[in-house]
């Protein structure tokens, strides 16, 4: 089946710096890809629509120039946080679906973010 | 898109089946259902999807009556192991549309 891996799982950051998450369909082409964000015990919250070769579509609310995601490959998403603070700890998650998919859309196993 | 709404939790005993309804009253003709699994500190993992009727695989069954305005997810003879917060999504999944999560139902599997 069509697998979306995710890395890093976890990652410990000072608040100030930068961190980048990448989102990889390791046997199916994604031209497009979305990220979602979660918070404890809530459900995904959908923050933008990764699109190969062109900018993301980012949902109200979401700041772009916070949250910048790169799409250069039809295989590889990144997500990267610039000038994390406490308020972005999160876990966030990658998501795409393979042409003619009978399993649905795939997701990566998550990013367990957390600023210091 | 189709909102969808889900009973908040559920608890269940080990080996009982369990039948988490859906409601989706405003879902369009060309709109599936799929049913998704969320453990703790992990992505959704797809369970089952369906458009009418009745679709069975090796986990769950899904049932979804003749107006499709709700559907069922039955999970047979449920283990600890299914503790988790499933979800119910409506769309047309083509792939260059994300799906939008409602809050889900968590399952409480008891020993």
């Known amino acids: 089946g069509a697998v979306v891996s995710q890395h890093p799982s976890r990652v410990i950051c000072k608040s100030g710096t930068s961190v980048k998450i990448e989102c990889r369909s390791l046997?199916?082409?994604?031209?497009?890809m979305f990220w979602y964000r979660q918070f404890p015990k809530q459900s995904l919250m959908l923050m933008a629509t990764?699109?190969?070769?062109?900018?993301?579509?980012?949902e109200q609310g979401v700041e772009k120039d916070k949250f910048l995601i790169n799409h250069a490959s039809l295989t590889l998403s990144t997500l990267t946080v610039t000038s994390a603070h406490p308020e972005d700890s999160s876990f966030y998650i990658c998501?795409?679906?393979?042409?003619?998919?009978?399993?649905?859309?795939?997701f990566g196993s998550g990013t367990r973010l957390t600023v210091v | 898109l189709a909102k969808t709404t889900q009973p908040i939790s559920m608890d269940s005993y080990e080996g009982q089946e369990v039948n988490i309804t859906c409601s989706h009253n405003?879902?369009?003709?060309?709109?599936?259902i799929t049913w998704y699994q969320q453990f703790p500190s992990q992505g959704p993992r797809f369970i089952i999807q369906?458009?009418?009727t009745k679709v069975t695989n090796e986990v769950a069954s899904l049932f979804i009556p003749a107006d499709r305005k709700s559907s069922t997810l039955s999970l047979p003879r449920v283990s600890l192991s299914d503790t988790a917060v499933y979800y119910c999504l409506v769309g047309d999944h083509s792939g260059n549309t994300p799906l939008v999560f409602g809050k889900g139902t968590r399952l409480s599997v008891i020993a």
């Open positions: 990764s699109n190969e070769g062109s900018k993301a579509t980012y």
């Open positions: 369906g458009y009418k």
């Open positions: 046997d199916f082409q994604a031209t497009t």
């Open positions: 405003n879902i369009a003709t060309n709109d599936y």
């Open positions: 998501s795409a679906r393979a042409t003619g998919s009978g399993y649905g859309y795939t």
